[in-house]
């Protein structure tokens, strides 16, 4: 049974960059045809989808966030991670990793403030 969990500060600055890193258990994140995505929830708001990176590493950005965002991986330690740079308080969220729409994380709370 796959198991996500994400991991990161729960607080960041305004201007900086938020990294926060799904770590995976009971899958390898180079099986074929997966992807693995991460998602955000404001309070009180729709969920979001930020981006995903694919089994072969391939990666894939909201447009609204594109020119903020990145995801890396490192397939040694079966983990990927979240990069977005310049933080503001509208990035405050709960962040969910996820393989495909099936297997979520239980979230990690963002909260963007000097």
């Known amino acids: 049974q796959v198991q996500l969990q994400e991991s990161g500060p729960g607080l960041v600055k305004p201007s900086q960059t938020l990294s926060l890193t799904c770590t995976v258990s009971?899958?390898?994140?180079?099986?074929?045809?997966?992807?693995w995505s991460w998602f955000r929830q404001p309070q009180g708001k729709l969920l979001e989808w930020v981006g995903a990176?694919?089994?072969?590493?391939?990666?894939f950005f909201s447009p609204s966030l594109n020119s903020r965002t990145s995801i890396s991986r490192d397939t040694s330690k079966n983990q990927f991670t979240l990069h977005l740079s310049s933080v503001t308080p509208e990035d405050t969220a709960m962040y969910y990793c996820?393989?495909?729409?099936?297997?979520w994380g239980q979230g990690t709370q963002v909260t963007v403030s000097s």
């Open positions: 990176i694919s089994y072969i590493g391939s990666t």
């Open positions: 996820v393989r495909g729409y099936s297997a």
């Open positions: 009971g899958a390898s994140i180079t099986t074929n045809f997966h992807y």
